[in-house]
């Protein structure tokens, strides 16, 4: 994985890849976020990758979560922790952010809060380094310009007030990808 530009004293760190093969520094546990949908059940870009990466047991582990604690699925804008099967992380953090309808359905909020609780499960369970896909900028089609501002803002608020993660990482698949997120975040990059 290459790194494109860091953030906020390098506690954000941009980088180019696919996020299975995300493995972090080696420094503490580590999770990758998956931008899924409200089933859990699996589907198309990063979260079809992320289940194919991890095998079947991620799938299983989702299948339980619906039995037990979550039977009419994941709400947007919430989070949950499973295991990570064969990827080469001790966790897979499940959010499910907005499907862009406009920006005046609540979208913002939701992927804020996408973000935002992602966050503080991985600080919960004291996680050294989070990857997180561009959450919503695929099939769901909220614009990358805004997602990286409420993406960095959302990040920034968290990182000011905890010590865990030490580290986010933000993973795109395309450099254009990443260009895009440091133009329009928000953030000053470190040189
Ligand atoms: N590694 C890193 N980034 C990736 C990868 C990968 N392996 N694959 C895709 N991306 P999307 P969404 C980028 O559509 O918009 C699924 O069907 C991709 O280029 O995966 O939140 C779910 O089941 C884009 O920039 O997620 C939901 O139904 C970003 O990841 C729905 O799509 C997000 O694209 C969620 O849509």
Redesign the pocket.
Known sequence: METHSRFLDGRIVCVI?????FRGSGSGATAIVN???R?LL?????????HRAAGSSLLEECQALRRSTLPDGLQTGAAVMTGAGHLPVAHVIHT??P?WAGGDAGEPELLRSAYAESLRIAAAADLVELAF??????????P?PLAAAKAAAAIGTHLAANGRPESVYL????RQ?ADTFAQSCGLTPLE
């Open positions: 890849g696919d996020i299975t093969d931008a899924a949908n089933s699996g589907g198309g870009g990063v979260d079809g990758a992320i499910v952010g499907v896909p561009a959450v919503s900028t695929g099939v769901f089609g909220y990358p993973v795109f698949f395309q990808d």
